[in-house]
């Protein structure tokens, strides 16, 4: 359901009622949800949606009784032609009964500042600030339980110059501080990372990208020192979207929040902007 207010408001609502009938156990699930988005000719543009869930059933004779409240929101405000902040949140409470089931609070914060000048269009920078909390777990690849928790600060600065149509230089500086655990088993302790990323990107044609991209990671609570190169290629399909495949020697990611180091080997990355 939809209301639109005035020019730049709409309210949003909705209730979905469900049930699942499987052979090892039924599910019920009752959500109800409001939002809002907002846009004005002043450059200020968000939207937010509420939602409240829950879940009433049992699964191999366990219960999957589980409430939850969810929060996303997000927006940007135009400072300028030239320079912009972008913000968003996402917030999780969930409560579940059995403690095989997810369960937990998770919130991630996030603001950034963007600038691209008009007159030198070829540098791109981006300052952003992310608080993550994540008492839910990491989801670790190939495995069924949740990974590391963590209470982490993050800031990085992200620059991309063209230095002419082909060649484009790009390097990003990032620290991390707070505390994090292998699981919900043991206590969160410090756990403080560095990251160092230059990276070089060669515009084959008007559809094929390719990247060559060393990084370096110094997590010393974590005890690792490491580095890392990175190889890649990527098409172009449409305006929009890349599809890429590419290889990576290292560990770790260029994601500070990441505390699995599980990243090593081919992977493939889909990009989509709009």
């Known amino acids: 359901m939809e209301y639109r207010t005035t020019e730049a408001l709409t309210l949003l609502g909705g209730f979905d009622f469900g049930s699942v009938d499987a052979p090892d156990g039924d599910l019920d699930r009752k959500a109800l949800s409001f939002g809002a988005r907002y846009q004005n000719e002043g450059g200020l543009s968000w939207r937010a949606r509420a939602e409240f869930r829950r879940d009433r059933g049992e699964s191999l004779g366990a219960d999957r009784d589980q409430d939850a409240f969810l929060f996303v929101g997000s927006g940007r405000y135009d400072i300028s032609d030239a320079s912009r902040l972008v913000f968003s949140i996402d917030y999780a409470d969930i409560d579940a009964d059995d403690t095989s089931f997810v369960s937990g609070e998770y919130i991630d914060a996030q603001i950034g500042y963007a600038y691209r000048p008009i007159l030198d269009d070829k540098l791109n920078l981006l300052f952003k600030y992310r608080y993550l909390k994540d008492t839910v777990g990491q989801e670790i690849d190939g495995g069924d339980g949740r990974g590391p928790r963590q209470v982490s600060h993050i800031l990085s600065l992200d ?14 500086i990032g620290g991390r501080w707070g505390q994090s655990a292998p699981d919900d088993t043991i206590a969160l302790a410090d756990n403080d990372a560095y990251l160092g990323v230059i990276n070089a990107r060669y515009h084959l044609t008007h559809k094929w990208d390719l990247l060559l991209e060393g990084r370096y990671l110094e997590a010393s609570d974590a005890g690792l020192s490491e580095a890392g190169f990175v190889g890649a290629a990527y098409r172009h399909i449409g305006n929009n979207v890349k599809l890429g495949v590419g290889y990576n020697t290292g560990r770790f990611s260029d994601d500070l929040s990441d505390l699995t180091y599980d990243d090593e080997g081919v992977f493939i990355n889909f990009i989509a902007k709009f």
């Open 159 to 172: 620059a991309d110059y063209d230095l002419n149509r082909a060649w484009t230089l790009g390097a990003k």
